[in-house]
């Protein structure tokens, strides 16, 4: 019995070890389900936002949630130009049934048969939408009968177009770490108008000085962080010169409003400086994109859209637009050259680079890829008519000054009414004039947009410089017209704030450009960027008639970084109050896989909103971290290179 019970014994025991090991697989095969599962749930936990898609755990927001980051400092955003939505307020008789719908920008197809009960939406009347879009030509404001005024709320600028974000990605990522609309605010205006204007007309000015102090005194005191992008940038430059300025042409806030209310201002994109885009926008309605589409499919851009002239329709619209003059580059040749000499003169289009996905600071040069045979691109020739006037040492160009030449006969006809666009009143022996000129620099195609189009010019003389000052002391600088301009001002008396440069790099940006005449045509526009001139070269940097430079693909790095790498710098007599200035850049990486979308490494004008590395800057910002806490500057351009070759006095 006692073998027996032995041997049952040995069997019950043999019989549980087999149940145990059968019980440890089953478990373990329940858990290779439950991590197959589990696996399978975090393959699933995407976030999207339309074309912006990234995973929750890897988000900037949750990350920095879970390191105990919390909301702290309110936050404005400063829209750029043409990513505000526009509303009708009043309209004429072809608007009818668009009241309150949006002309431009968010979810302006709406304005549709479905919600609007009406037979045919914005884009099947182009004439009447380019009507209501336009502004007077005399006053550059309203034109009679027609209200047309910015959204407000963070609605205004969270899309630019129904699936493409603008603010959206940062928003949501900002509200993981408990922010919510009362502590972001959406600064909308109006970026049509002048700067100057959006005060006068909308008081737009006022009431982002009110909604600042209201957003300072209700939390706690903690001074807000400003987020400019792209043309806000300037309009903010605008807003810190005029709330600090006396009533009534400024706000009345004094010398220390920025000291009092701003933590910092944490530029991003912003073209301090211009964009050469800004020239060829004015001067010919295009730019390298619109020029290839030109060039491709001229019947397209001339005749599709509107029937006829679709380039001119765009001209005459947006030349009623003066805040786009205010990106006319500034500094003339000393910031970007003359026929002979550029900051960024011996830049190589070809150099390969190592990326930086990460957050490490790159060297300050380029690391590979250098061809001996390189061109030599003469990049301070922002206009060159023939690519044989682009490449030709200065010594060989012929020219003959434009600015006193006879414009002749009008050679339009009573047809061009209503595409005016100022070349109307040219005649051959004008065109022919500014075509034997050849070659313009920055300090020249200001006096080139003189001669051809003087009546906007006029009313951009009011509102914007883009000289240096010699003097900032000078009592004339206290107008208005230079306050967008970082070189003939000074920045707050704020030595606590902090201004930072955030920008894409690696991407070829424009920066001059090959024209040639257009041929004849009715209301023709004279001119236009000959996308035939290719360089010789395989690391040429002109193609389709563009010369390009490193940049976000609409901002060269000259432009957005200098100020922040030189200009402003310690203390220097455009920062007199020392204010602590940073560079942050962003080195552009394409999308990983189509879950990326636009992509979360992107370095591109627009696309960087997106960025996960700029998000976690801003976050970390807003939630009390300081410039040198975030590690300085980041740069993987040559910006600090091409800053030393600028003769500036500081």
């Not at 073998?3 to 040995?10: D, N, P």
């Not at 009110?210 to 430059?237: D, R």
């Not at 001339?302 to 002239?309: A, G, I, T, V, Y």
């Not at 009143?425 to 003189?450: E, F, N, P, Q, R």
């Amino acid at each position: 019995m006692l073998r027996k019970r032995k041997g049952a014994s040995s069997e019950t025991s043999r019989l549980s070890n087999e149940d145990k090991e059968k019980e440890e697989e089953e478990d373990e095969s329940k858990n290779k389900g439950k991590k197959k599962k589990h696996r399978q749930e975090e393959k699933r936990k995407w976030n999207c936002l339309d074309n912006c898609c990234w995973s929750i755990t890897r988000s900037p927001g949750v990350k920095l949630q879970k390191e105990g980051l919390r909301a702290k400092h309110p936050v404005v955003f400063v829209p750029g130009i043409v990513t505000g939505g526009l509303e009708l307020w009043e309209g004429h008789q072809c608007a009818d049934g668009l009241f309150r719908k949006r002309l431009w920008g968010g979810t302006f197809g709406e304005a549709s048969t479905g919600n609007s009960g009406i037979s045919g939406d914005v884009y099947k009347r182009p004439l009447c939408w380019v009507e209501h879009m336009s502004l007077d030509n005399e006053s550059g404001l309203d034109p009679p009968g027609i209200r047309v005024r910015p959204v407000t709320g963070l609605v205004a600028a969270d899309y630019f177009a129904p699936g493409y974000f603008v603010w959206a990605v940062l928003i949501a990522n900002l509200a993981r770490i408990g922010y919510e609309e009362k502590t972001m605010y959406m600064a909308a205006y109006d970026w049509r108008i002048s700067f100057q204007h959006t005060e006068v007309r909308d008081q737009t000015l006022s009431r982002i000085k009110s909604n600042i102090e209201l957003m300072v005194a209700t939390n706690n005191g903690n001074k807000v962080v400003v987020l400019p992008h792209s043309m806000g940038v300037l309009y903010f430059l605008h807003f810190m010169k005029w709330v600090e300025a006396p009533a009534p042409m400024g706000g009345g806030g004094g010398s220390d409003w920025c000291a009092k209310h701003i933590k910092a201002v944490m530029n991003i994109g912003g073209p301090f400086l211009g964009v050469p885009k800004a020239i060829s926008g004015l001067f010919s309605s295009e730019a390298k994109d619109v020029a290839v589409a030109r060039a491709i499919a001229p019947g397209v851009l001339d005749k599709d859209l509107f029937r006829f002239q679709t380039l001119q329709h765009v001209m005459r619209m947006t030349r009623t637009w003066d805040s786009t003059m205010s990106m006319i580059p500034k500094g003339g040749e000393t910031i970007w050259g003359d026929l002979d000499w550029s900051p960024e003169e011996s830049y190589d289009c070809n150099t390969k680079k190592h990326r930086h996905n990460d957050t490490d600071v790159s060297s300050n040069n380029e690391v590979e890829g250098v061809d001996s045979q390189k061109e030599t691109s003469h990049f301070g020739r922002m206009v060159s008519f023939g690519k044989d006037v682009a490449e030709a040492p200065s010594s060989q160009i012929e020219r003959s000054d434009f600015r006193d030449a006879i414009k002749g006969n009008n050679f339009a006809n009573g047809s061009c009414h209503d595409v005016w666009t100022e070349y109307q009143d040219m005649g051959i022996g004008g065109i022919k004039a500014v075509a034997d000129y050849k070659v313009y620099t920055a300090g020249s195609v200001v006096d080139l947009l003189h001669y051809v189009a003087p009546k906007m010019m006029k009313r951009g003389d009011a509102h914007f410089s883009y000289g240096i000052a010699d003097n900032l002391d000078d009592p004339k600088y206290h107008d208005y017209k230079y306050w967008s301009n970082p070189l003939e001002t000074k920045l707050p008396n704020a030595p606590g704030m902090e201004i930072y440069s955030m920008y894409g790099v690696g991407i070829p940006t424009e920066r001059a450009y090959v024209y040639k005449l257009s041929p004849v045509s009715e209301c023709y526009i004279p001119f236009q960027i000959d996308t035939s001139a290719e360089g010789g070269t395989e690391g040429s940097c002109l193609k389709g008639g563009v010369f390009a430079v490193d940049g976000d693909e609409t901002v060269p790095v000259l432009s957005a970084g200098y100020m922040c790498a030189k200009g402003w710098r310690g203390k220097t007599r455009f920062n007199p109050a020392g204010i602590h200035t940073f560079i942050r850049e962003y080195d552009h990486a394409p999308p990983a896989n189509l879950l990326e979308g636009r992509g979360t490494q992107s370095g591109a004008h627009v696309d960087i909103m997106g960025n996960f590395a700029l998000i976690e800057d801003v976050i970390r910002v807003a939630a009390g971290a300081t410039g040198e806490e975030l590690g300085g500057d980041q740069v993987h351009s040559d910006i600090f290179k091409w800053s030393e070759k600028i003769n500036l006095q500081l």
